[in-house]
């Protein structure tokens, strides 16, 4: 990777969020030529700025939603991580036309931006929860890869490439439930669990950004890669919580919240059908059927019905004690511990 990023720019959008600043972390130590910050957040991007203090690193106020920040950004880049998106569920639920503009149009003036500037390679970023969606943000994220698959399918050889990655919750993310649990310990407050046995996959941000740059190393045009994740029950994951961090608080019960799933998918089994299994990771080809609309109606796969779902109900489940050891590796746990 370093050899093929030498003396090259790169685009994070969204890059003040968590991926975007771990990610500029990896790219750093590399002899890249520039490193593109596009994000809305001002504040955010001065703290990077001073925190980091690197000369490598530009910062670009500007909105995915707007196609003309999008091309002036884009002038001279080579290649694009596409991070910005609204992603929590309550939210965009309240509010999904705003979900629409930023992840689905946004989205659209990124990957257009990129073919039309050149680019080499984009990679756009997405979750479990655009497979069989059930609120805005997971519909919204589905529209999102539709919209990467179809730039794909329409370039010729040599133009920009066009992938996805698709992972599940990254652990202790901006707005998920482990900092609000550790908020809760710390306060001597109940720990809120929506229902005991609803599963979710966990995933260490490392682990996100090292799916991305497998994308970056591997991903074809049109491509949806997927990192393969243990799950945990949300009661056994809030008993961890309780013994890593020593704490006696009860738990309480409040119930499945409205856009909340029991169990997350990754891949469903129609795309598991034509995936790669690469071991750690699921590679997903783009369906390469055309406008021939014949072959929509009038050809099928008899053997569709034998491969499962690919999904937090049964991937490897992870007992209290692997959960446990889980939370320990993970930074932000350690800097809780040290100061709690």
Do not use: W
């Not at 130590?29 to 990077?48: A, C, G, H, N, T």
């Not at 707007?66 to 884009?74: E, F, I, L, Y």
């Not at 059930?134 to 519909?139: L, P, R, V």
């Not at 034509?274 to 053997?303: C, P, W």
């Amino acid at each position: 990777m370093s050899d093929v990023l030498k003396g090259k720019t790169v685009l994070i959008t969204g890059g003040t969020g968590s991926f975007g600043r771990a990610f500029v972390d990896i790219l750093r130590p590399r002899e890249v030529k520039e490193i593109r910050i596009f994000s809305r957040d001002e504040l955010k991007q001065e703290m990077m700025r001073i925190e980091l203090n690197e000369p490598r690193l530009k910062f670009h106020i500007g909105d995915v939603r707007s196609r003309a920040s999008v091309d002036a950004v884009m002038q001279g880049v080579d290649f694009v991580f596409h991070a910005a998106a609204l992603k929590q569920v309550p939210s965009c639920d309240f509010f999904p036309m705003q979900a629409v503009y930023t992840n689905v149009i946004g989205s659209h003036n990124v990957v257009d931006s990129a073919i039309q500037h050149e680019a080499t390679k984009v990679i756009c970023l997405s979750t479990d929860k655009a497979v069989y969606p059930i609120n805005a943000m997971g519909m919204t994220k589905a529209l999102m890869e539709k919209v990467a698959q179809a730039a794909a399918r329409t370039t010729g050889p040599g133009a920009t490439v066009v992938s996805t990655v698709r992972y599940g919750n990254v652990m202790y993310s901006r707005g998920s439930v482990i900092p609000l649990f550790v908020q809760q310990i710390r306060a001597q407050e109940s720990l809120t669990v929506t229902e005991p046995g609803m599963t979710r996959f966990l995933l260490p941000l490392s682990e996100a950004v090292d799916l991305v740059l497998f994308a970056f190393e591997h991903g074809r045009q049109g491509d949806i890669l997927i990192r393969k994740a243990p799950a945990c029950t949300v009661a056994d994951l809030a008993a961890a919580m309780k013994t890593v961090f020593k704490s006696t608080v009860p738990v309480k019960v409040i119930g499945v919240r409205h856009g909340e799933k029991l169990y997350e998918t990754l891949a469903t089994r129609e795309e598991l059908r034509r995936a790669d299994d690469m071991k750690e990771y699921y590679r997903v080809a783009m369906d390469s059927r055309d406008l021939n609309y014949s072959q929509y109606f009038t050809e099928g796969d008899i053997h569709e019905a034998e491969v499962d779902d690919y999904t937090s109900h049964n991937t490897n489940r992870l007992t209290v004690k692997e959960v446990e050891a889980l939370l320990r590796t993970l930074p932000e746990i350690q800097q809780a511990l040290a100061t709690s």
